[in-house]
């Protein structure tokens, strides 16, 4: 949105009187044309059906009834998934044939994505200073905050899909109680508090290859760039192992106050130099280490493109540059999962073609296995793909001319 053009707003017409109010969507989503006003009173199967055909509910009635009712319709959203991959009772039972794998992902996608659009269908109001007009409102104005800034004096009152305004409050509680890192050494010291929009480092096993793999030189003489450091639990790993100079780059705004936050939580904010780039910052280092998106696939939100990297463009760009900023005898660790070549969006073979294009060779390759939850879980739609999973630190030189 430039500045000079007007947030987007939702209308509707309470007692034949014409309404408005600013409209907040984290994924871009434009106003819904239609919208009913909803209380208790709102049978769940109506609810749902509203929702399905894209009328929007604005909500008038108690705030925990809201809260179960965006259950209740969630309930009916995957029960009508679930029979849509079933077959009819009545079929004779036929071989399975699985999809083929980026097939399931691209379908899995499509269903994340119409149950998002169903789910959002269920708004809250907030007053100018984000407060909740509503019965048994809980007082979610600092969690705002974090997420869209103070508010305004002159923004007036708006209104946010219910969905939105929970992940706002779920990673607000993130922020506040942090996530242990056993690599950043023993509690209390050893945790990162991820703001609204940042990724989670919650899968150590990639965190553990970078606090483990053994450094190209000795740590007191090192120079190290973490390249897209997020939330900068990279970059404070680097540091606690003693690492003379860490510089981290980082494209997006918000996760670099984020990773600043953090450093100076771990009191490493004095041995870590923060710099807004997109990739890579001037000059050359002894290490270059990058943990980019891991899926070639369109992010639909801010908080997906720590997942989703459309085209490989950041994968591709750090390949590309990496020979150019490395010291002579320095080494680049690249750490990447394989999921997208289960997933089949991306192969091995173009991997190592962008290797070799970029000048580059591999050094090493240290592998590990996902502990995570879905790495187990037989009825996650993209079961085959995590169980096979391997997530690598790929140690790369620069070749020789």
Not at 86 to 115: E, K, M, N, S, V
Not at 162 to 177: N, Q, T, Y
Not at 366 to 385: E, G, M, N, Q
């Amino acid at each position: 949105m430039t500045m000079a053009e007007s947030p987007p707003r939702l209308h509707w017409t309470d007692g034949g009187a014409d309404c408005s109010a600013r409209w907040h969507s984290e994924r871009g989503a434009p106003p819904p044309r239609r919208v009913v006003l909803a209380d208790d009173t709102l049978p769940a199967d109506t609810a749902y059906r509203l929702a399905c055909e894209g009328t929007a509910l604005l909500w008038r009635g108690d705030f925990h009834n809201a809260r179960q009712l965006l259950l209740a319709l969630a309930r009916r959203v995957d029960r009508k998934a679930a029979r849509r991959g079933a077959p009819p009772a009545a079929a004779p039972a036929a071989p399975a044939t699985p999809a083929a794998p980026g097939a399931a992902f691209h379908l899995h996608r499509q269903a994340q994505a119409q149950r998002a659009r169903v789910l959002s269908m269920l708004l809250i109001p907030l007053e100018a200073d984000h407060g909740i007009p509503l019965r048994r409102a809980p007082d979610h104005r600092q969690a705002i905050a974090e997420a869209w800034g103070p508010a305004g004096t002159d923004e007036g009152s708006s209104v946010v899909a219910l969905r939105e305004l929970l992940g706002i409050v779920s990673a607000h509680e993130w922020r506040k109680k942090g996530v242990p890192v056993p690599a950043l050494g023993p509690a209390p010291d050893n945790r990162i508090h991820p703001h609204h929009g940042v990724f989670s480092p919650v899968r150590g096993e990639y965190i553990d290859l970078v606090a483990t793999t053994r450094l190209p030189a000795p740590a007191a003489t090192l120079t190290a760039f973490d390249i897209g450091t997020g939330s900068g639990v990279l970059a404070a790993v680097l540091a606690r192992r003693g690492v003379a100079k860490v510089v981290a780059t980082e494209i997006d705004a918000g996760a670099l106050a984020c990773a600043a936050d953090n450093l100076a939580r771990l009191g490493l904010a004095a041995r870590v130099e923060r710099l807004h780039a997109d990739l890579f910052p001037p000059g050359r280092a002894g290490l270059v280490v990058c943990n980019p998106p891991w899926l070639p696939a369109r992010p639909g939100a801010p908080i997906e493109r720590a997942v989703y990297d459309e085209d490989s463009r950041m994968l591709k760009g750090f390949l590309a540059g990496l020979a150019g900023h490395l010291a002579p005898g320095g080494e680049g660790w690249l750490i990447l999962s394989d999921i997208a070549e289960h997933l089949g969006l991306r192969t091995r073979a173009e991997l190592l073609a962008w290797l070799d294009a970029a000048g580059l060779q591999v050094l090493g390759r240290i592998d590990t296995r996902p502990t995570h939850r879905k790495a187990t879980d037989a009825a996650d739609p993209l079961h085959a793909a995590r169980a096979a999973e391997v997530t690598s630190l790929w140690r790369l030189g620069a070749r020789a001319a």
